[in-house]
């Protein structure tokens, strides 16, 4: 959708061949071809008390990130029930339902026309 309706030239993890690779090439290459990122923070791993956290690989990929093209170029997308890590305290971030990240399109759109202003 990025692509196709506003010309938003999108990598994502989740796409292409990644085999013989190692993470760390991965997010090397893809921090290079970047100018940001919107990094998605699920609950994925559940502690003894019952509270749901973002996968820490995936915690630390987003530090990566923030540190490469800096806090407001690198967009926390967190779900609804996960707690918030302590790199984003004090961080805007976009939130979404449960199994809803279609939500935070409107969003993210906001926030590319705000960094890329000259972008269609």
Same mark, same amino acid.
């Given at each position: ?21 190692? =993470? ?63 790199? =984003? ?32």
């Amino acid at each position: 959708m990025l692509h196709f309706k506003h010309q938003y030239e999108v990598e994502a993890y989740e796409v292409g061949s990644r085999s013989g690779h190692t =993470i760390r090439d991965i997010l090397t290459s893809m921090i290079k071809k970047s100018s940001f990122a919107f990094l998605v923070m699920t609950g994925e791993d559940e502690t003894a008390d019952g509270r749901l956290h973002a996968r820490q690989n995936v915690v630390h990929e987003a530090g990566l990130f923030q540190g490469a093209l800096g806090f407001d170029r690198a967009i926390v997308m967190l779900e609804d029930g996960t707690e918030a890590f302590t790199n =984003i305290d004090g961080i805007q971030q976009i939130r979404f339902p449960k199994g809803n990240i279609r939500d935070t399109f409107g969003d993210a759109l906001a926030v590319l026309k705000r960094e890329f202003p000259t972008n269609k």
